[in-house]
């Protein structure tokens, strides 16, 4: 291991979030925050070189599945995926990142094995003990943004051992998080997701994107295929932060419009789990053919209803994809398309007329949209519905050093946080 490389890898940090701040801010307003987010980290390096552990007890696992916060491991999101590698015999554990006072009370901090700037101290040195005391075959790293990555990495690597990212969505939005990209392999769901990224201007680290698919998704959306002819058309709503934006408003008041023209068509609502549904609950009670679905419907069950499907701004479009339902892009706001649904399904539809156009070209076409719906789930979901199996061979590889499937997709993916 190069002798500064530890100090190289905080100096580049340093770099990086200086760009990033400075995407958004001027300079002093960048300053400002930047000497701000500074003595957190030198309060956090101080106290932890204070808190060393006297010794670190060993616990290998096969793999450590560390999430982002306690909290996340009780939504049990990947449950599914858990499941799937110890069925298979594997030793997994999942854990998660703590605050730095719980890390500093108890102690869950390693010298380092080179030095380290005050400020990254006591990232690198809780870094440090988690491979320490854990010893994972293979780390499963599951947040974003995450500033211990690049120290768990260097721990890693000093073990003959990768990082693993894996993504928990699609990476086409604009989070910065998604900036840091310095792990060993990037589990990433699909194509999308690896353009999307690639196309960011700023990227701290380099990896291997990997395009496993989605070790979230099972066999709930190989659905039957829908009567064309019947006439059911599922609404995806956005999020209730979105709701409150005029451009979102439009959109639901075209659709309703809609839906009272055309009474021969029943539309279901699929609300976004956060939203109330006050809108729509409203529009049912004044329309007949208009149907808020239950907030115990799962997405699964709304798409088996529906032949059609309506979406504004939601990550729900690739399932309805995958389920094969013909999608129709319907949005008034000014917002970027960032699911590229204009490439698969046609321009964004604005008004009553192309709507209306919309609908009828799928009912004189129905099998070539319900392909196009299926090519848009795969273009975001390599793999489809057997994404949770691919992710857990990929694994099984990194596991036992050997080479990856050769029929998974491998992409490098290079950083631009230089100087």
Known sequence: MTPKLWAERAQALDRYRWRLLRERYGVLGSAVRFAREAWADLRFGLRARRCLASQVVAEPCDFLLL???????????????????RERGHHLLETALQAPPVV?????????????????????????WLVSHHQPGVLLNDRNGSLYSPFLRLAMQARGRPLVHLAHASTVERSRRLGMNDYDFYLLFGRSSLEALQARTLRFGDSTAVLAGSHMIDGAYDLAPADGQQQRLLVLGVGPDKEKEAGYQRTYDLLRDWAAANADWQVLIKRHPR???????????QLANVQLLAAECTLAEALEQASVVVNIMSNAVIEAGLAGRPVLYVNLSGDQDIFAQERFFGPRIHTLASLQNGIAAIAADYPAHVTA??????????????????????????LHGQPLPDDIE???????DGP
């Open 410 to 416: 491998c992409a490098p993916l290079n950083g631009s």
């Open 275 to 285: 939203s109330q549904g006050n809108y729509w609950q409203a529009a049912a009670g």
């Open 67 to 85: 999430q982002s916060a306690p909290k996340v491991i009780a939504f049990a999101r990947k449950k599914l995926f858990i499941q799937a590698l």
């Open 373 to 398: 719906a299926r090519a848009f789930a795969l273009f975001h979901l390599s793999h489809g519905s057997h994404g949770l199996m691919q992710n857990v061979r990929v694994l099984e590889c990194l």
């Open 104 to 128: 500093c009370r108890e102690r869950m901090l390693q010298q380092p094995p080179q030095s380290v700037p005050l400020r990254y101290f006591g990232y690198a040195a809780y870094a440090q």
